[in-house]
Structure formats: structure tokens, C-alpha cells
């Protein structure tokens, strides 16, 4: 999917309408949720993949689903690569699909990741996306109270999106998913010419 980032995203809808609507709440100093990157692989990997990538664009999780095993498999799991996905907000329900992963922590972020993009085309055609969001993290293993917590946090989420805007910016990403391999930018690829590159 093709985009322009866009400050004006802040006021223009994505914080209008908070997914749990509830005062303020602080989280547990070991709780806290993610902000900036999360590493998948060996932080010492000689290439660094960045996917920039939305929870909502059907084109993140056809690749999802079909490239991103093999590459995980061929060069994540064996070293090769330092794997860091970058989310991309078109729409506030894939801002709050983001927040809920995050706020499953490190270890729980790129396991919701997968059941946001997996399950894609059921939560986002549902009746209450919003609601299905809540159910794929709770089955996530994400506790009500921490989840209530974070998808109230109003501040929480406009870092991300003030976050998503600079890295986007910083790299020239127009469309989803893009990626930067160390430091280049590439459009969407398949896992052979993916290969073809890396190797």
C-alpha cells in the first residue's frame, strides 16, 4: 500500500476514538510497554532487515504468510540477519493491533504480530474490529488489566505514531511493506529474490 507520512495523522482521526475508553493509567516500571525497536535474531548479524509493515495492508500479510518463514528460517534463525519490523499506521485499527502487541512485551511482541497479520482478513472484516483486537491479545496472553491499561494510554499512542512519521521520513518509505537492508531501501520482495539479495 502506498502512503505519504504524514504529521497530520495526530488530528486527523487515529487518537479520535480510544479503543478502551477509561481515565488514565500508568503501567508497573517491569511492565512498561515497547517503544523504538525490537531486534528478532542475533544483534551482532552482519545485515540488518527493517520491514516497514501495517497490521492492516493486505500486502504485509500476504508476505507474511508466504516470504516471511523461509526468510525467517533461512537467515534469522541461522544468524544472517538482525530482523526489526517497523509498523506503519494507515488507520486506527492497525495503530491499536500495534499497541496490543507492544504491550505484550519483547517476547510477546513479534508472537501477536503474527496473530494480528495471520488472522487479518477475519479481525479486520469483522463487525467490531476493535473487539477482535482485544480477543486476539487476551488469547495472546495478554493480561485484561495490562491490556486495559496500554489501549487507554492516549499518549502512548501518539509517541507511536510521532515515532512511525520520523523513522518513516528518516528512510523514504512510500509504500508497505518496504524494507531497508543495511541502510538500502527495497520494495516488496519474494523470498528468491529476497535470497538472491542477502546472499
Known sequence: MSFTPDRRLIVSGLLATPLVALPSASFANANEPILGDVV???PEAPVTVIEYASLTCPHCASFHKTTWPKLKEAYVDTGKIRFI???VYFDKYGLWAS???RCGGEKGFYPMVDAYLNNQSTWTRADNPGAEIQKIARRSGLGEERLRACMSDQDYAKTLIESYQTN???DGVRA???????GELHSNMSFDEFAALLD
Not at 508497505?176 to 543495511?182: E, H, M, W
Request: proline content about 5%; hydrophobic content about 55%; cysteine-free.
Open 176 to 182: 508497505t511493506p518496504s524494507f531497508i537492508v543495511n
Open 40 to 42: 528478532m535474531g542475533d
Open 99 to 101: 499497541m496490543a502487541a
Open 168 to 170: 518513516a521520513e528518516a
Open 85 to 87: 519490523m517497523r509498523e
